[in-house]
């Protein structure tokens, strides 16, 4: 499978943002589809993920309450819709695959990756 982020862009502290990433190639369905972040100088981080069919999705602690992942399968897309962005969100944003609903916070665990989208928090 084939993923494509965008959506990012700059926005002010206290804002929101919806990223996409669209999918092509294998049945979309058949993953579970994730969110990573990197910022400048860090490792890559699990930001949330959510099943095949959408019935479970998992978040970071980090933005639980903040973030909502949610995909559809018509479309073959998964969506991160961030609000109250603080300056601290501003990193690369990257959807990324796998089969398996099991080991989802670790990036060696997905077999597919978007390039990122770069989501800027303005203070």
């Known amino acids: 499978v084939q993923l494509q982020a965008c959506g990012g862009g700059l926005v002010q502290a206290g804002g929101s943002l919806r990223l996409s990433c669209a999918a092509s190639?294998?049945?979309?369905?058949?993953?579970?589809m994730a969110w990573f972040r990197q910022g400048p100088g860090t490792e890559r981080e699990f930001v949330g993920a959510?099943?095949?069919?959408?019935?479970?999705?998992s978040y970071a602690d980090s933005v639980k309450g903040l973030f909502t992942i949610s995909r559809d399968n018509a479309k073959n897309t998964v969506y991160l819709k961030m609000s109250s962005l603080k300056p601290e969100d501003t990193a690369v944003y990257y959807c990324?695959?796998?089969?398996?609903?099991?080991?989802?916070?670790?990036?060696?665990?997905?077999?597919?990756w978007g390039l990122g989208t770069l989501v800027t928090v303005s203070s």
């Open positions: 990324a695959a796998k089969g398996i609903w099991n080991s989802l916070t670790g990036p060696a665990s997905y077999a597919y």
């Open positions: 190639g294998r049945s979309f369905s058949s993953y579970v």
């Open positions: 959510i099943s095949r069919t959408g019935d479970f999705i």
